[in-house]
């Protein structure tokens, strides 16, 4: 039996942590591709993948699977998963908002909270859009106003200075209405979802999160005031949203799947 491939050769730890995190959400991308219904042999863009989530998801499906990130470091686990799981897919840097493939060349574009936060919304879609068939899917899931996402990153808006107010992306992206506005021409249905995260306590589960999310983890080193307020804003975001679960808690995370069919 042959030995796993190494772990990916990478400084960018970030996106290594990021994947404790990734770990956890799996099954929405798993959902996800129910919901779109792929079938083995169609092509699959998954849209600013991160670590890959859907992109193996669609790959376990028997789907022809490409993937696309900005950042080289998520890429790079990316690969790694599809090496050591035994699910081919093509991985490429790329930008959401120009996407570097032609137009109609894929049966289904996912997305997972990805493409919501790249910058320009509209090009973004349209770019969605573009690179789909007519007919073709274009499933993704949103976090949704309100959440628990949405609340958290409203706190590390307040608490890091410099850092982006996720929270428009959630906006933007995270509703029926605005999904149409941004797809004016095509069919869009939508669903109202969540995951329960199971933890042994909602302080556990804070702590990990802070761990592993990119944009807080560095600051965690600074026992400074902003750092003491800042774990004690997300705790009370993610207790919000916490129910007792035996001996646990279950954590509930909302999101908005959508399945939006091109005009042919």
């Known amino acids: 039996m042959t030995s796993p491939p190494p772990a990916p050769d990478t400084t960018d730890w970030a996106a290594e942590r990021y994947q404790t995190l990734a770990a956890r959400l799996q099954p929405i991308s798993e959902a996800l591709c129910a919901?779109?219904?792929?079938?083995?042999?169609?092509?699959?863009?998954?849209?600013?993948?991160?670590?890959?989530?859907?992109?193996l998801a669609a790959a376990r499906r028997g789907c022809a699977v490409t993937a696309v990130d900005l950042d080289p470091g998520m890429l790079a686990v990316a690969r790694h998963r599809s090496a050591i799981e035994h699910l081919p897919i093509e991985v490429?840097?790329?930008?959401?908002?120009?996407?570097?493939?032609?137009?109609?060349?894929?049966?289904?574009?996912?997305?997972?909270?990805?493409?919501m936060f790249a910058p320009d919304t509209g090009a973004t879609a349209r770019e969605l859009a573009r690179v789909c068939r007519p007919g073709g899917r274009i499933a993704?899931?949103?976090?949704?106003?309100?959440?628990?996402?949405?609340?958290?990153?409203?706190?590390l808006h307040r608490h890091l200075p410099g850092s982006p107010d996720l929270t428009r992306a959630v906006d933007a992206w995270g509703t029926t209405e605005k999904l149409r506005a941004l797809f004016p021409t095509?069919?869009?249905t939508t669903a109202a979802r969540h995951l329960d995260l199971r933890s042994t306590s909602c302080e556990?589960?804070?702590?990990?999160?802070?761990?592993?999310?990119?944009?807080a983890a560095p600051d965690l080193a600074d026992a400074s005031g902003t750092a003491t307020a800042l774990r004690a804003e997300l705790l009370r975001a993610f207790?919000?949203?916490?129910?007792?679960?035996?001996?646990?808690?279950?954590?509930?995370?909302?999101?908005?799947?959508?399945?939006?069919?091109?005009?042919?």
Do not use: K
């Not at 490429?92 to 493409?115: E, I, K, M, N, W």
């Not at 993704?140 to 706190?155: K, Q, R, Y």
């Not at 035996?246 to 908005?256: C, D, E, N, Q, S």
């Open 35 to 55: 919901t779109a219904d792929l079938r083995a042999g169609e092509r699959v863009l998954d849209v600013a993948c991160a670590t890959g989530n859907a992109a």
């Open 140 to 155: 993704l899931a949103n976090w949704s106003p309100g959440g628990v996402i949405d609340e958290v990153f409203a706190a």
């Open 92 to 115: 490429y840097a790329g930008d959401a908002q120009r996407l570097p493939f032609p137009d109609r060349s894929f049966d289904a574009v996912l997305s997972t909270y990805g493409a």
């Open 204 to 215: 556990a589960w804070s702590e990990t999160f802070l761990h592993s999310f990119g944009p």
């Open 239 to 264: 207790g919000d949203h916490t129910s007792p679960d035996g001996p646990g808690v279950r954590i509930r995370h909302a999101y908005l799947e959508a399945v939006i069919t091109p005009s042919p």
């Open 186 to 188: 095509a069919r869009v």
